[in-house]
């Protein structure tokens, strides 16, 4: 009897010791966002899309080439989808952000009410409905940015008024050293934003476009952006 107890109490330890290891391999938060990671090793790169994001590979591509043209910046708008959601249907954020897009309601309301949505029909938890509007809030954002330079600046005034607000960007750009990219990005926090919230703004256009883009260069042309 004493020696299956034993037994039992060795099994429970090794347990306790792997899952306490896994912890400790986990980088800080995680946790925090929304997993799973929505990449595994084995693609080009070292990155394959995974099952979520390759499921709505077609639609996204669909809705790319219906708002933005043969030449739409697909796996920016891709990697976009996996910073905001992992391409998850049922993300919803600490602050209520929701779906693939993560919208705030009031933005879906918004949104809804500029393209004459019913309620039934504003669905952000709807994956289609989701990267139907993240696509198009991009462009929209971007028809509004033309005085943003080049395109891959313009893309990346995009990619900041996405996460933090068209009105921000362009209060900054007035009072910028300089319209190129680095003069604006510079402002940030001069205008009506909070300083404390720049570099979450800063760093956005940056992970898309840097670190998250060339995981999904199979998708589509790569938009190029300098380095600063």
Known sequence: MRRAVLAVLGVVLLIAVALAALLVMLPAGAAEKFPPAPFAKG????FAPSPA??????ELTRQAHAQWGLDAPVPALAAQVHQESGWRADA????????MAQFMPATARWWCDLHRLSA???????????????????????DRLAAAGNPSDRLWATLRSYNGGLGHWQAESRLAAGPLRTHIDAACGRARRAPGHCPE?????????????PRYSTWGAVWSVPAE
């Not at 994001?53 to 077609?58: F, I, K």
């Not at 919803?92 to 779906?99: D, E, I, K, L, M």
């Not at 800063?202 to 898309?208: D, E, K, T, V």
């Open 92 to 99: 919803v954020s600490r602050v209520g952000a929701q779906g």
């Open 201 to 213: 703004n800063l760093g956005y256009p940056r992970r898309i476009l840097f670190d998250l883009q």
């Open 53 to 58: 994001a390759t499921r709505w590979r077609a």
């Open 43 to 46: 693609g080009r790169g070292g």
């Open 120 to 142: 039934t029909d504003c669905r952000p938890a709807n994956p289609r409905w989701a990267l139907r509007a993240l696509v198009g809030y991009d462009r929209w954002l971007w």
